[in-house]
């Protein structure tokens, strides 16, 4: 019943004070045990830092009307449709552009670009977002809490949050409900010293050859002296982002 | 000034006040079935896409951390700034806080795509990260208006009141900032890329926290039938009304700067003018509900000592905050990134250049407004379990 007396309850204060001691126990207590070791060398092993793989993408060379990239990505990925485009997973997808002054029309197609400052890993707020170091931008499926900032901050809007529970999924890109995902860049391809990656192969097997797959850091490889001898420029260069993903013909 | 008591609020009979906490009860119940709902069978069966990432349960959310930091105000005033007539209602401006953001968090929480791994967030920090500073913004603001409140009830320690008062101000403008920086950094979306952000967020929790003070107050003085003076009350209507004034002004300053900006037309057009709903939530909702509304019953001689006045204005604009806060968080998202500048998109497999359609569903709204009940389940645990209220507050 209710204590009319006006003397303070000291044994009630003391279990108060005892229980905000503890409580303020539990909560600071994570924030002092810092994980201090570095995300991106534990996630990176086996990546070598002497590459730094990327993608040149010749926009005149991407034809109208061609999904080869796409289904290919799909099928390496085990990304199905589940016929609701809006929640849909897309790693990669294309996109047509018309110049609103001279009318030229444009075909492309955007995946994560991979950049250098990554804005998705700036923001994650448990290192799940992370780039190795030879330059591919992934996503930590243990870690992912789907919080979903990472989709926010990116400028490509490159990725996509898994809405829905998996089925059949493809050993090359263990996937997982309620975290994000992007263009791994094919780094299961990479791994095992495949240099190709499958929206490339695809293109080329059509004939088109619009996508090139390389080491941006080795002066000799296709894609650095394609990048050297002509005028590519990176989507929304204004960021500062440096893209590992890059254009022609834009 | 005579001895202020402190007692436990009893409203009515026990059967209302169970009744009441078990109305509340259901509301969460149904919330967190929501949720569950909603985890099991993943995010499709919301509103939400791969375009709109953050649908109404982070509105929900944003608003109520929002106006945490903000019902704190009062006690800030009481014991920092050194305001007698505000100072009695410091402890019950302490638990509010508490409650409203252990509603926010609890929303934020369950909409994450892994709610499972919140101890994933508490144990790996990214500092780089805004959301991670938050982490550590609102489990600290838990402790530090605990200790406040403990100094504030237990005489043995009243006499570090004022420095914990002092922590527990900075700790909550750094919690708002916080708060307002995740959309304030964000370069790529034309919305968001302003750095009057965090002060406007700030400026916003003042108001907010305010109304969803003034208003639970009344209702606690009226259900407790204690006695509530009309001179305090005049005084936190005043104040409400510099806040109200003052979320104007950024709001003004927020778009005049983007209307200078060539670049940011499209976005300004799209909230102002041709936006659909978003611009009808903006002037309706945020301008004339959430603004001009509160101002008129604030500042208007007609209604100078009218109480009724004073909770519609509080729930005028806590009415106008929430749609601010939709139009900021929502609005922002419809609208189309600007990834080629100079072109327009024929085609895209990926919804670009296009205005994005969300229409919240209702597992969404319920676990938002089991946010809110989360908060007012815990302030009347709270003001029956404590001695929060002071026994009367008659001038």
């Known amino acids: 019943m209710s204590n009319k007396s006006d003397q303070p309850n000291m044994d009630r204060r003391k279990m108060i004070g005892g229980a905000i001691a503890a409580t303020g126990a539990m909560t600071i207590a994570p924030g002092v045990i810092l994980h201090a070791a570095s995300v991106s060398d534990e996630a990176s092993a086996g990546a070598d830092a002497k590459h730094r793989w990327g993608m040149l993408i010749d926009s005149n060379k991407c034809a109208d009307g061609c999904s080869a990239c796409v289904d290919a990505c799909n099928t390496e990925h085990g990304l199905k449709g589940h016929g609701r485009p809006a929640t849909d997973a ?13 009318g030229r029309e ?47 901050a990116c400028p490509y809007k490159a990725r996509s949050f898994i809405h829905e529970a998996l089925t059949e999924q493809s050993v090359n890109a263990p996937r997982g409900k309620g975290c994000v995902e992007s263009c791994t860049l094919c780094v299961h391809r990479v791994d095992d010293g495949v240099m190709q990656t499958a929206c490339q192969e695809a293109c080329s097997k059509e004939g088109h050859d619009a996508i090139l797959f390389g080491d941006l ?34 | 000034m005579s001895k202020m008591y402190y007692r436990e609020l009893y409203c009515g009979t026990p059967a209302r006040y169970w009744s009441g906490l078990a109305l509340l009860g259901v509301i969460i119940a149904i919330g967190l079935g929501a949720a569950y709902y909603m985890e ?12 709109i990432v953050w ?27 050194g305001g007698p007539l505000y100072k009695p209602l410091g402890r019950y401006s302490g638990l509010l806080a508490i409650g409203l953001l252990a509603g926010g968090l609890m929303v934020l929480v369950l909409d994450l795509g892994r709610p499972d791994r919140l101890i994933v967030a508490m144990t790996e920090y990214n500092f780089k990260s805004i959301f991670a500073w938050n982490v550590i913004l609102y489990t600290g603001f838990f402790a530090i208006v605990g200790i406040y409140l403990w100094t504030m009830i237990d005489r043995s320690v009243n006499k570090y009141n004022r420095t914990v008062g002092f922590a527990a101000f900075f ?7 916080g708060t307002g920086s995740i959309f304030g950094f964000l ?8 750095a009057v952000m965090a002060p406007m967020f700030v400026i916003m929790s003042f108001s907010y926290g305010l109304a969803f003070f003034i208003i639970t107050l009344i209702a606690a003085y009226i259900w407790g039938d204690r006695e509530l003076g009309d001179f305090r009350l005049t005084k936190l209507k005043n104040l409400l009304g510099v806040f109200v004034g003052a979320v104007f002004y950024f709001t003004l300053a927020y778009h005049l700067t983007n209307l200078y900006i060539t670049q940011h037309h499209g976005i300004e057009r799209f909230i102002l003018l041709d936006g659909g709903v978003y611009t009808q939530m903006f002037w309706i909702g945020q301008i004339f509900i959430g603004s001009i509304i509160p101002l008129f019953l604030i500042y208007s001689p007609a209604f100078e000592k009218s109480r009724w006045a004073i909770a519609a204005a509080s729930v005028a604009v806590l009415i106008g905050g929430f749609f601010q806060i939709y139009v900021i968080v929502i609005g922002g998202q419809a609208y189309p990134m600007n990834l ?56």
């Open chain 2, 187 to 194: 370069v790529a979306r034309e919305a968001y890329d302003a």
């Open chain 2, 40 to 51: 099991h069978n993943g995010h499709w069966v919301t509103g939400m896409t791969n375009q």
């Open chain 1, 90 to 102: 897309v790693w990669i997808r294309p996109v047509k552009l018309k110049d609103k002054q001279t």
């Open chain 2, 171 to 177: 700790w909550r403008i750094a919690l708002t900032t």
């Open chain 1, 106 to 152: 444009n075909r492309l197609v955007m995946m994560c670009q991979h950049c250098e400052h990554p804005p998705c890993v700036d923001v994650c707020p448990t290192n799940a977002s992370f780039k190795r170091v030879d330059g591919i931008v992934l996503v930590d499926r243990h870690r992912c809490i789907g919080c979903r900032y990472c989709m926010m």
């Open chain 1, 217 to 250: 850091n080795d002066p000799n490889s296709e894609i650095s002296k394609t990048l050297k001898s002509t005028n590519s420029v990176q989507i929304r260069a204004d960021l500062e982002l440096n893209t590992g993903v890059r254009y022609l013909n834009l």
């Open chain 2, 55 to 81: 649908g109404l349960p982070h509105v929900f959310a944003i608003f109520l951390i929002v106006a945490a930091s903000g019902a704190l105000n009062v006690a800030s005033i009481g014991s920092v700034f």
């Open chain 2, 340 to 395: 080629f500048p100079g072109k327009e998109v024929v085609e895209s497999g990926f919804y670009d250049g296009q205005v994005m359609n969300y229409v919240p569903t209702l597992p969404e709204a319920a676990l938002g407004v089991a946010g809110i009940a989360v908060a007012l389940t815990m302030v009347a645990v709270g003001a029956r379990v404590f001695k929060v209220f002071p026994e009367t507050l008659e001038d």
